[in-house]
């Protein structure tokens, strides 16, 4: 896992999106992107994080950031949530967990006493240049969406 820390280079990434087609960092240079890093499509916590996103979703636009959430799920899986709950975020698919490592967010959890790899809930906003410019760790989801849009808003300040 590369060193992952407010200046550096945001990893690069090209992956599969939902509704076909693909989404890569090179797609945002020369504006803020905002990277969320969830655990599983049509989990509660991870419901919540996208239908916030996408109720923010044109405040976002305003500011002039897009915003991508990234977990291991396919494609197919990310459609059917889209669907589900009318999500405006673009989904990417990392099945492989390259991407996801490359951010350090795949990680050993532990639930109910036993042991597992899986997404470390995480947020980065990556600034117009590709660089990294906040990390939110180990996300609580309550409030988070306007906290980042808050920080995109005070980048063009």
Request: hydrophobic share 40%; glycine share 10%.
């Amino acid at each position: 896992m590369a060193d992952i820390s407010i200046g550096t280079a945001a990893p690069d990434f090209d992956l599969p999106r939902d509704g076909g087609g693909r989404v890569s960092l090179g797609h945002f240079r020369g504006k803020p992107l905002i990277l969320f890093f969830y655990p599983k499509d049509d989990t509660t916590g991870c419901t919540a994080e996208s239908l916030a996103f996408t109720a923010l979703a044109g405040e976002f636009e305003k500011a002039g950031a897009g915003v991508i959430g990234m977990s291991p799920d396919s494609v197919k899986c990310h459609d059917r949530f889209i669907k589900k709950h009318d999500l405006a975020v673009v989904l990417a698919s990392d099945e492989e967990k390259t991407t996801l490592e490359a951010y350090g967010v795949w990680k050993q959890k532990t639930m109910y006493g036993r042991n597992f790899m899986g997404v470390e809930r995480t947020t980065f906003l990556i600034r117009e240049d590709g660089t990294i410019g906040t990390i939110w760790q180990k996300v609580k989801v309550p409030g988070h969406a306007e906290i980042v849009l808050a920080a995109v808003q005070n980048l063009s300040r």
